[in-house]
């Protein structure tokens, strides 16, 4: 099993920057992809980024490229979320996952993904 474990949402304005953090515990040998999800209400749940464990071939979606970076700590086993130029429509909870899925593809959808975290909340006022 991994556990993962979210922190850094928050209340900020528009403009202004998160990080967000997730961190791996257990059988994280057993990881190949990290992702960064979102869920605003009403609305379906959504890739934002991604990472292979290894820290290579990041993805972001067309909505956050150049305003989110994600990145990873290897002596930590976190994976972090900057976000930058904030947007209220960036308001949504957050979430991490992780994969078993041994590919050099992007993993854009949910049900590729066997760990979950908490979930954040990030909202941003206009």
């Known amino acids: 099993q991994v556990q993962l474990v979210e922190s850094g949402g928050g209340l900020v304005q528009a403009g202004g920057s998160l990080r967000l953090s997730c961190a791996a515990s257990g059988r994280t040998f057993s990881i190949y992809a990290m992702g960064w999800f979102r869920q605003a209400p009403g609305k379906e749940r959504e890739l934002v980024s991604s990472i292979k464990w290894s820290g290579g071939n990041t993805y972001y979606a067309d909505s956050v490229k150049g305003r989110f970076t994600t990145s990873r700590d290897n002596a930590k086993n976190t994976v972090y979320l900057q976000m930058n130029s904030l947007k209220p429509e960036d308001t949504a909870v957050y979430y991490c996952?992780?994969?078993?899925?041994?590919?050099?593809?992007?993993?854009?959808?949910?049900?590729?993904?066997?760990?979950w975290g908490q979930g954040t909340q990030v909202t941003v006022s206009s």
């Open positions: 996952a992780a994969s078993k899925m041994n590919t050099i593809l992007v993993l854009t959808t949910a049900n590729l993904y066997d760990y």
